[in-house]
């Protein structure tokens, strides 16, 4: 570059020291110019020929340089856009023509916009009260340490006709009809803890407390269509412990839903109904128990997974469960007079619940679920003896549910629910609170 700039200068000064020159040679001169000959006259027209040759030059000279100017400009933008260019992205090198630079960084600009168009497409947040509510149904994986405890009320009734005779001449009964009435209040007691690990892992200890209140009524008193025979049975007892883990196979996003497989161990703490002593009026018409139980007496595993998916404002979750129940033996089985061990195996069952939440503000939500199990009948066995069915314990409870929550302060809220059973082997209606801490 130095030596095309001294060759531009070699042509360009000579030029301009002609000029001043000459211009002082013609102010010499301005009296005789009168008095010049054609021969002066030709010289001076040579002259002018001459400078403006010259003069061609120098501006053929000065237009050389600046486009040296331009070029040497535009290689140092060249320069500094590569540069940055190769800043920005690791894949393109310093060295590469600007023409293949561009397809490279307007293909980074698209994956950059591909990447913020994902981000807009995770899942809605969740109000406070929704997130309470699915805590109950699904599970909540941003709270690090939970105390629910909870209270539940449940009546339950069931009237049975029970005939103890036969049929002479296949249309007269000879006999006695009896009509039974049981009448049932159970209000249960939960204290609940939950502890998340991480946003995969959480864990669950329940700890119950049953106390029943049951009356039995029977017509026949005195031999009397008229009169009933009435017992009376209350009593409390801690039920069965259980534990429970969660792990979150996928979490929620746009298109997929928050999906949570669980594990639950149900140990045998409370009063099993085996062994208990049975009494009878003295008119033999009833026939009740002496003591209320609080558990099943054996242990229980089931194992399920939950759906929960956010169309803001509103959660549609889904339950899907299965539980079986592990033979126990047992010292007497009937609870009649004498001793009758034998072995028995409550069954399995399998359920399933579905339902929506919906977020009326930041605070407030309200809630409608579907509950319905089935349980498959239950076998005993006598010592020595084969296993065999026991009637009428193949069950199918269903329920349906309305709720509310309200969030009382940033970490207590009150969950409530009042359900509503749709089979003759659910409760009537069922009243729940819930008051879920989070630390």
Known sequence: MNKKWTSAAAVVLPSLLVIPAYAADTHSQPASLSTLSEQDIAELKQKLIQLNQQIKLQQQTINQMAQQVLKQEALIRQTTTTEVASATSQTVSPTEPQATQRPRTESSQQAVASSHASERKKAPDRARSTDDVLQEAHNVFTRKFTVEPSFTYSYYSRKDLILRGFLALDAIFLGNLNLDRIRTNTTQLDLT???????????????????????????????????????????????????????????????????????????????????????????????????????????????????????????????????????????????????????????NYLDYSLGLAFAVSERMSLSMSFNQRFYSKTKQRPEGGEWEKIPRTDTNTASLGIGATLALSPNLSMVTSIGAGLTEDSPDYQISLRFPYRF
């Open 193 to 347: 803890t939950r502890y998340t690990l991480n946003d995969a892992w959480q864990f669950e200890i329940g700890l119950p407390y049953l106390y029943r209140w049951s009356q039995y009524d029977s017509v026949g008193e005195g031999n009397s269509s008229q009169r009933y025979e009435t017992a009376k049975i209350s009593g409390g007892q801690i039920g069965d412990v259980s534990a429970a883990v969660y792990y979150r196979l996928n979490t929620e996003s746009y298109d997929w839903p928050d999906w949570v497989w669980n594990f639950r161990v149900r140990a045998p703490t409370g009063k099993d109904p085996f062994g208990i002593a049975l009494e009878t009026s003295d008119s033999g018409n009833l026939t009740y128990p002496t003591e209320m139980a609080s558990g099943s007496g054996v242990w229980s595993v089931s194992t399920g997974f939950s759906l929960a998916k956010t169309f803001d404002p509103a959660i549609v979750f889904f339950n899907l469960n299965y539980g079986a129940s592990f033979k126990e033996e047992f010292d007497d089985l009937s609870g009649a007079a004498g001793k009758s061990p034998g072995e028995i195996d409550l069954g």
